[in-house]
Structure formats: C-alpha cells, structure tokens
T-cell receptor
Framework: NAGVTQTPKFQVLKTGQSMTLQCAQD?????MSWYRQDPGMGLRLIHY???????DQGEVPNGYNVSRSTTEDFPLRLLSAAPSQTSVYFC???????????FGSGTRLTVV | KQEVTQIPAALSVPEGENLVLNCSFT??????LQWFRQDPGKGLTSLLL?????REQTSGRLNASLDKSSGRSTLYIAASQPGDSATYLC???????????FGTGTSLTVIP
C-alpha cells in the first residue's frame, strides 16, 4: 500500500514558469487536499476536493489551480510561479472529511 | 478563523523523562483533533486522532486528551527516547469550512 505519493520531491522554477505538482493515493479516499508549509506560519490549506469532479478553495488559493478527474489523483497547478510561492507543499487524503488524514512526503519548491 | 497555539515552541529533555505538549484552539466547533509528528524534511505522520466526543486516546507511550469546551488538548509522552525527537503538530478539524487549522508545532529534542 503506497499511501499518498507526491512528485516531484524537489523543484526549482523561474518566476513566471508554470508547473504541476502531482498527488496520487491508492486508498480509495474521497477527500483530498493541498497544504503549503512556511516557516513560522504552520500549514495552510490551498484547495481541497470532496470527490471526483468537486473542488473548492481553501485559505490561500490565489495563484493555484486544481482539478479532480479521478478519485486517485489531485494535481496542483501553479499558473505563473512567483517567489512568494516558494514553500513546501503537502497533499493529504482521508476516507471522508471527518476521518483521520494521511499526508504525502511533500514537494519542496523554490521559485527564483 | 480558528487560531491554534502550541506551547512550548521548543523543548529539550534528557532521555527517560515524561513530558507534556500543550495545544489550545479558539473555536470549539470541531469534529476531531489529530496529533502529527514531523521529522526534519519529511511529511506528517499521524500519531493520534481524538473524536470530539472522546476525552482521550492512547497509543503505546503516547496519550492525548481533549477538552473541547475549553479548547485544549495535551499530548503526553511517557519515558521519552531520542527517537521521539521531532516536531509535534496538533490540528483541530473544523466542523464547517472543510479544513484543518494547524499550530506551528513544538520542536522536541530528547538528549541521550
């Protein structure tokens, strides 16, 4: 059982470039979410999905886009990278919203 | 917005000590509260999940309590070991708004 898999683990982007952070889970979890972690600020929710075809914004959605075409995958797209998006990004999933959560190992993104 | 505070921010103890990590939150409208562990450069590992109707939860040397009405949770670690060194995060799960709010964590160092 792989759990929650995030790729890539590390990425360096130039300002203005776009990219997609991948997240996949093999636990048949309905709820998936993306968080960013910045020093001194804790983890903050970017976007979440309660099932295939359903997404919504979290606390810090600007500059990010998501879609959920399958139960397994929940990619996060950076449309035009900015230095303020330098962060560690975590994907998390849960069977249902009020159940326990499983986190991926993270993607460390640097925008120069 | 939920505010989560964890005290102390950092803690250094000799091996074998029993210790208590504190978490307070401002909004008691929660489904549950989850304690996580994060090792440097790694993802989050779930330690304990306490439902809002529960008072405490135990796993091995770990015991977590929850007082929802007063907005407090504590994580008790018995007979600490160097392998317990990590950052510990508490995260109440809102019963509305579809998200966790994370504290900034307690960084624990257990000295052999």
């Amino acid at each position: 059982n792989a759990g929650v898999t995030q790729t890539p683990k590390f990425q360096v982007l130039k300002t203005g470039q776009s990219m997609t952070l991948q997240c996949a889970q093999d636990m048949n979890h309905e709820y998936m979410s993306w968080y960013r972690q910045d020093p001194g600020m804790g983890l903050r929710l970017i976007h979440y999905s309660v099932g295939a075809g359903i997404t919504d914004q979290g606390e810090v959605p600007n500059g990010y886009n998501v879609s959920r075409s399958t139960t397994e995958d929940f990619p996060l797209r950076l449309l035009s990278a900015a230095p303020s998006q330098t962060s560690v990004y975590f994907c998390a999933s849960s069977y249902l919203y009020a159940y326990g959560y499983t986190f991926g190992s993270g993607t460390r993104l640097t925008v120069v | 917005k939920q505010e989560v505070t964890q005290i102390p921010a950092a803690l250094s103890v000799p091996e074998g000590e029993n210790l208590v990590l504190n978490c307070s939150f401002t909004d008691s409208a929660i489904y549950n509260l989850q304690w996580f562990r994060q090792d440097p450069g790694k993802g989050l590992t779930s330690l304990l999940l306490i439902q809002s109707s529960q008072r405490e939860q135990t796993s091995g040397r770990l015991n977590a309590s929850l007082d929802k009405s007063s907005g407090r949770s504590t994580l008790y670690i018995a007979a600490s070991q160097p392998g317990d060194s990590a950052t510990y995060l508490c995260a109440p799960l809102q019963s509305y708004g579809n998200q966790f709010y994370f504290g900034t964590g307690t960084s624990l160092t257990v000295i052999p």
